[in-house]
């Protein structure tokens, strides 16, 4: 049986081996920009009633860091500014004079809140003014325990890029990774900034590679759950319910759901080596996608869903090739370097994300236009970068790295700055997957 090795493979098992060192050249570093002015922003701060002093802080503090990511607002230090919320203009207005030392320091855009209870709920209430002329442009209101007051902060977020974008945010989504617990790998699930982490699988073995549903109810997986067989299994979040999509004979690995929901794409030995299969999710009829000697593997959809890129040492080391989604018009994508694989193609389909081998023998992330005229290297640095996958939004991704020691789940602006470490402890966190909106 001949199945290549790949990253994202073998980095669940804990090791890369397998892997000829090469003196292939470098990919070209370029940085992508983001094709529009961000927006200057200022966060004022929330005024607080009989909850907690410290709840307006945290609500400020997850607002101010939302804003930051989502690319759209240049988030201005108002302290720094000499911009500061008080009470001197009462409890439901801000100080005029406040908008006019905004203006002058060019920011477009203000934002304040209250924080009250109406027990047992806290009611957060934002508005949002003009920072020239002061005006109110909009105002939300809240509802809901204290214990959710970030996921308040992460709405107001949203709204704010829906408001001056008109594309949904990234704050309320989630990222699923597999985390090691006493020698077992278990699916864990976390909010997009790292906060909560919630274990989903407790096997006490491995569970792989986990991919979201397009209703974010599910987790699709590759699972060792009776540690004699592989199969493709899919866990409902809410309720841990559990089902097995996929139990060909040999190993079942990297799925990759389509994005109407209607196939699921996955690599398979069970014709004794590594092939590309999909399986329509309502009937489970197969259809086999590769017809080759070499290992193909890691399948991954074009957003309209009318093709797949995946990996293949079928040219000698692992590079990555493109094929319609019914396994015609197979082309290589790449050609720099003897170690690219892993692909993740982006929300929007300009570039296809995946993991290349440097000159100087490092894993790093890269990316790649699907005609294979323009590459950009994302990560630098020490340690492994492996697994990447993007936000729904396209403007970042998420992958797992052994930069500082084990490996870990950072995000990273997919221009390859503001890289930030999300996971936290002594043990390894791998193959990260963010979910839809």
């Known amino acids: 049986?001949?199945?290549?090795?790949?990253?994202?493979?073998?980095?669940?098992?804990?090791?890369?081996?397998?892997?000829?060192?090469?003196?292939?050249?470098?990919?070209?570093?370029?940085?992508?920009?983001?094709?529009?002015?961000?927006?200057?922003?200022?966060?004022?701060?929330?005024?607080?009633?009989?909850?907690p002093e410290t709840m307006g802080d945290?609500?400020?503090?997850?607002?101010?860091?939302?804003?930051?990511?989502?690319?759209?607002?240049?988030?201005?230090?108002?302290?720094?500014?000499?911009?500061?919320?008080?009470?001197?203009?009462?409890?439901d207005a801000v100080d005029k004079k406040l908008f006019r030392l905004a203006s002058d320091q060019g920011i477009s855009v203000l934002v304040w809140g209250k924080l009250s209870m109406r027990n047992p709920d806290l009611l957060l209430d934002g508005f949002v003014y003009d920072g020239g002329t002061g005006d109110v442009v909009a105002d939300r209101r809240y509802v809901g325990s204290p214990s959710v007051i970030r996921q308040m902060a992460h709405r107001l977020a949203d709204e704010l890029v829906f408001r001056y974008t008109g594309e949904q945010g990234i704050a309320r989504t989630k990222i699923a990774f597999v985390s090691e617990q006493n020698g077992s790998r278990e699916l864990y699930v976390m909010d997009y900034d790292g906060y909560g982490p919630r274990q989903v699988t407790a096997d006490g073995f491995l569970n792989l590679m986990p991919r979201w549903s397009l209703d974010r109810r599910y987790l699709i997986f590759t699972s060792y759950r009776d540690r004699t067989k592989q199969?493709?299994?899919?866990?409902?979040?809410?309720?841990?319910?559990?089902?097995?999509?996929?139990?060909?004979?040999?190993?079942?690995?990297?799925?990759?759901?389509?994005?109407?929901g209607n196939w699921l794409a996955f690599a398979t030995s069970?014709?004794?080596?590594?092939?590309?299969?999909?399986?329509?999710?309502?009937?489970?009829?197969?259809?086999?996608?590769?017809?080759?000697?070499?290992?193909?593997?890691?399948?991954?959809?074009?957003?309209?869903?009318?093709?797949?890129?995946?990996?293949?040492?079928?040219?000698?080391?692992?590079?990555?090739?493109?094929?319609?989604?019914?396994?015609?018009?197979?082309?290589?994508?790449?050609?720099?370097g003897d170690y690219n694989a892993a692909p993740a193609w982006s929300p929007r389909g300009q570039w296809i994300a995946y993991v290349c081998r440097t000159e100087q023998h490092q894993y790093k992330l890269c990316l790649i236009t699907p005609d294979g005229?323009?590459?950009?290297?994302?990560?630098?640095?020490p340690g492994v970068d492996d697994s990447p996958s993007w936000s729904p939004d396209g403007r970042h991704l998420v992958f797992s790295s052994t930069a500082e020691g084990k490996s870990h789940i950072y995000i990273i602006n997919s221009?390859?700055?503001?890289?930030?470490?999300?996971?936290?402890?002594?043990?390894?966190?791998?193959?990260?997957s963010w979910s839809p909106l």
């Open 58 to 91: 945290k609500a400020a503090e997850v607002l101010r860091a939302d804003l930051r990511r989502s690319l759209v607002f240049a988030v201005a230090d108002l302290p720094k500014l000499g911009i500061k919320l008080n009470g001197s203009a009462g409890r």
């Open 1 to 51: 049986m001949r199945i290549i090795v790949l990253a994202s493979y073998l980095v669940c098992f804990g090791a890369l081996v397998g892997i000829l060192e090469s003196g292939a050249e470098d990919v070209f570093l370029e940085a992508t920009r983001p094709d529009f002015q961000k927006i200057p922003i200022g966060v004022l701060g929330f005024r607080e009633g009989r909850e």
């Open 373 to 381: 005229q323009k590459r950009v290297r994302v990560t630098s640095g």
């Open 270 to 336: 069970q014709d004794g080596n590594s092939e590309i299969y999909k399986m329509e999710t309502n009937t489970k009829s197969l259809q086999r996608l590769t017809v080759h000697p070499s290992g193909d593997l890691s399948p991954s959809w074009s957003p309209n869903g009318r093709e797949i890129v995946f990996a293949s040492d079928r040219g000698g080391g692992p590079q990555l090739y493109i094929m319609s989604a019914d396994g015609s018009n197979v082309r290589r994508l790449t050609f720099e």
């Open 415 to 432: 221009d390859g700055t503001d890289a930030e470490r999300l996971t936290s402890g002594g043990v390894s966190h791998t193959s990260p």
């Open 231 to 260: 199969h493709i299994d899919m866990v409902e979040l809410a309720t841990g319910r559990r089902w097995t999509l996929v139990a060909l004979p040999g190993l079942n690995i990297t799925p990759s759901l389509s994005p109407d």
